[in-house]
């Protein structure tokens, strides 16, 4: 599900670099206009990662790129040009360097766990890059756990001279609109917990959940593309298992389901694109309460 390896990357390298300029030119308009979406899969593991720090099982020790899962979060690139992060993983720094990402212009947060968080400093890089604060959206609960847990942050009186990340906190209910794309925050239980997931346009991300509310599924009526937490196939209390995921995604009826937040007790390797163009629903609001 994301890019694992040089050897993966040159292909498309080669290709990109063979398509014509004019060919990239209209591509690019043709995106434009269509309103579609660009998702990275940065990571797809749970949060310890996969391999596991000191397991010795077949998955750890697999040399399969597919059975290296970084920590779990997703890079959207909007059809304006709008560079949307997913949750700020503990291995953000890889993540950015490994899918050469240089701008981001907003960071959505499902949840305060910390392996969704704690790469949080690390987009120092992107604010020295841009020369800008970057909005952070979130609900409640997480706007007020950020800020305790990365509290040096939003402090003034924090001594500038270690770099400090430079952060702007947008506490969200509602759809809202980055660019042209709006963003509708779906409710999820992760647990006891509820946390987000986040539609864009025909597209929706869900990771660490367990359940979905009855209003929630009418958030999620004709996606083109879902992505959905599928720990493993025992029980979890605050995560789908496999069998669970796929009786949801059944009934969400996306044309596409993809599973994250996969553990390395988990053998699925579903073979996805690095990244896929979704076919936005531009009309969404009319047909959604
Ligand atoms: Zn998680
Ligand atoms: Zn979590």
């Known amino acids: 599900m994301m890019r694992t390896s040089r050897a993966n990357r040159a292909p498309a390298r080669r290709a990109r670099l063979s398509t014509p300029f004019h060919l990239r030119v209209f591509i690019r308009a043709l995106c434009y206009i269509a309103g579609f979406v660009r998702v990275t899969f940065l990571g797809t593991g ?10 010795d099982c077949a998955v750890c020790r697999s040399q399969d790129p597919r059975d290296q899962r970084l920590r779990p979060s997703i890079f959207v690139q909007c059809d304006d040009g709008l560079h949307v992060l997913v949750d ?3 291995d953000l720094r ?7 990402i240089r701008r981001v212009d907003a960071i959505l947060f499902t949840h305060a766990h910390a392996d969704h968080i704690m790469g949080l400093d690390e987009v120092r890089r992107f604010n020295i890059l841009s020369r800008a ?8 609960a997480t706007t007020a756990d950020i800020t305790r847990v990365f509290r040096y942050a939003f402090d003034p009186d924090t001594p500038k001279g270690g770099g400090v990340p430079q952060l702007r906190m947008w506490t969200i209910g509602a759809r809202f609109s980055l660019g042209r794309q709006e963003v509708v925050p779906v409710p999820i239980r992760h647990g006891s917990r509820g946390i987000l997931g986040f539609r864009f346009g025909r597209f ?20 083109d593309c879902l992505v959905l937490d599928a720990l493993r196939h025992k029980p979890h209390p605050t995560h ?12 969400i009826g996306a044309r596409q389901t993809y599973f994250t937040h996969i553990a390395m007790t988990c ?23």
């Open 94 to 100: 890889a993540q950015a360097l490994r899918h050469d």
């Open 240 to 251: 789908f298992t496999v069998a669970e995921a796929v009786e949801v995604a059944r009934r």
């Open 88 to 90: 700020t993983t503990p």
């Open 267 to 289: 053998r699925t390797r579903p073979r996805a694109p690095r990244s896929r163009r979704v076919w936005p629903w531009r009309t969404m609001g009319s047909s959604l309460p």
């Open 133 to 140: 604060a970057i909005p952070i959206y979130t609900d409640a």
């Open 204 to 223: 929706a991300y869900l990771t660490d959940c367990n359940s979905i509310p009855e209003s929630s599924f009418e958030l999620l009526d004709g996606l």
């Open 46 to 55: 749970t949060s310890h990662g996969v391999p596991m720090i000191g397991c």
